[in-house]
């Protein structure tokens, strides 16, 4: 098995700019996770998916941030436009529904300048 | 809400030598799970051992044991034998067993430092 992957390793960009990440999950996982991780707030969730619907998206910082779940398989993270203070690492995670132990992927690390 | 704390910024062992990280939560659930996972300098969030609350025998995983006390809400983690590999930042983490999928709630985190 794969595991959990996520594409963009790295990102840097200008403040300003649209930024997307993306994740593929574990095939067959149902559940999908949005975590950001900063010096600040340690790691905090933002968002999670039931079967590709958004269950809990309280932790969404503000309208900047967006994410999507197309299909099992696929999920975006997106922020527009992106600001200095977005910079962190982003991790993605899912879990199978009947199993309760949450894998990460190697997370994106963003820098915002 | 629940909260969970480690109360060990940072920590160091010598190599061969057992370690032992805090990690106390605040809940008033009955029914979670609990987490270890290792973060090393890669960033990668690797799971390193889980129990679950209902369950009284504490879990093992190679060199790695939990000691789980339901009733003080404390869940530290044993490392015996270190290895310089354990080097890492390590957080504690709770999940609510309502739901399946329900959010993690992480500690601090506790970085370790493996001397040779």
């Known amino acids: 098995d794969a595991g959990v992957i996520q594409s963009p390793r790295h990102e840097v960009t200008e403040m300003g700019q649209e930024v997307t990440l993306r994740c593929k999950p574990i095939?067959?996982?149902?559940?999908l996770f949005w975590y950001r991780q900063t010096m600040m707030r340690g790691l905090e969730l933002l968002i999670y998916?039931?079967?590709?619907?958004?269950?809990?998206d309280s932790g969404m910082p503000e309208d900047r941030f967006s994410a999507k779940m197309p299909n099992a398989s696929f999920s975006t993270l997106k922020i527009q436009p992106s600001e200095p203070r977005d910079s962190a690492v982003y991790f993605c995670?899912?879990?199978?529904?009947?199993?309760?132990?949450?894998?990460f992927g190697p997370g994106t690390r963003l820098l915002v300048l | 809400a629940q909260t969970v704390t480690q109360s060990q910024p940072e920590m160091s062992v010598q190599e061969a030598e057992t370690v032992t990280l805090s990690c106390t939560y605040d809940?008033?659930?009955?029914?979670?799970?609990l987490f270890w996972y290792k973060q090393p300098p890669s960033r990668q969030m690797i799971l390193v051992i889980r129990?679950?609350?209902?369950?009284?025998q504490n879990a093992t995983e190679n060199r790695f044991s939990v000691n789980f006390q339901k009733a003080a809400k404390s869940f530290s983690l044993k490392i015996s034998d270190s290895q310089l590999g354990d080097a890492a930042m390590y957080f504690c983490?709770?999940?609510?067993?309502?739901?399946?999928?329900?959010?993690?709630?992480f500690g601090e985190g506790t970085q370790l430092t493996v001397n040779p």
């Open positions: 995670a899912s879990t199978p529904g009947a199993e309760r132990t949450q894998y």
């Open positions: 095939s067959g996982h149902d559940y």
């Open positions: 998916f039931n079967n590709n619907v958004p269950i809990d």
């Open positions: 809940t008033s659930e009955s029914d979670y799970y």
């Open positions: 129990q679950e609350a209902y369950k009284q």
């Open positions: 983490a709770y999940r609510s067993g309502k739901t399946s999928g329900s959010r993690l709630t």
